[in-house]
């Protein structure tokens, strides 16, 4: 995503917010972008590693945070000898945000993932509603976006049984349709990076305010708790 998106503040404490109670004590972060939450994680208080198949997102963790050696692996998580850095007990949560939707067969991959970590939970992010799939998804390599109806069959095709399914940011939904759909923004053109800015800044406090009502009907993202 456009690099704006690493100083959005407001949406990432949000979204930490909401996902904190549904995380363990040790969380590993599978494909963990501009490295967002690593440190709403870290400095609350729990265990966080991250492992990503791009080299260049994994240097960017390293330098920007200082963590013991190991908490960064290049790699694919779908391999045994990449997993079998992450050992039994090292490991509660499962943290996808914004992955699953750029990997071909989902369901197998998850499969793979309940294979390798047996017992962990399964927190996920992934963007919602097909409707909204639009000239931004396919450049930044989205197969698909999801419903809570679709998320769920993934999970459970996979082995996994959901615990909790709901939509977040309403109001985001509709902005990226605007930005996307409608506008045509690119993915990282300067007006895609202005409109992230101006919705950190003025929309997400105004998506906190009516999520209680929305989380079941739309949003932006599906977001979804399984074990």
């Given at each position: 995503m456009h690099p704006a998106i690493a100083g959005s503040g407001n949406y990432y404490a949000w979204l930490f917010r909401t996902l904190a109670p549904r995380l363990g004590q040790r969380v590993l972060e599978i494909g963990p972008?501009?490295?967002q939450?690593?440190?709403l994680i870290t400095a609350s208080g729990r265990t966080y590693r991250a492992v990503d198949t791009d080299p260049g997102v994994i240097e960017n963790l390293i330098e920007k945070n200082p963590a013991p050696p190991g908490s960064f692996i290049c790699g694919d998580i779908t391999e045994a000898e990449t997993a079998a850095l992450f050992p039994p007990g090292s490991v509660d949560t499962l943290l996808l945000m914004n992955v699953l939707e750029h990997v071909e067969n989902d369901t197998a991959f998850l499969a793979k993932l309940r294979a390798l970590f047996p017992g962990c939970r399964l927190v996920l992010q992934?963007?919602?509603?097909p409707a909204l799939y639009?000239?931004?998804?396919k450049e930044a390599g989205h197969y698909r976006r999801y419903t809570a109806g679709s998320a769920a069959a993934a999970?459970?095709?996979a082995g996994y049984a959901a615990q909790e399914i709901f939509y977040f940011n309403?109001?985001?939904a509709v902005t990226w349709f605007v930005s996307s759909r409608l506008a045509g923004f690119t993915l990282n053109s300067g007006e895609?990076?202005?409109a992230i800015r101006f919705n950190d800044r003025f929309i997400v406090p105004l998506s906190f305010l009516v999520?209680?009502?929305t989380r079941r009907l739309a949003g932006q993202s599906v977001i979804a708790v399984a074990r």
């Open positions: 972008g501009w490295g939450m690593q440190a992934v963007p919602a509603f639009g000239r931004m998804d999970l459970k095709a309403f109001v985001g895609t990076g202005r999520e209680p009502l």
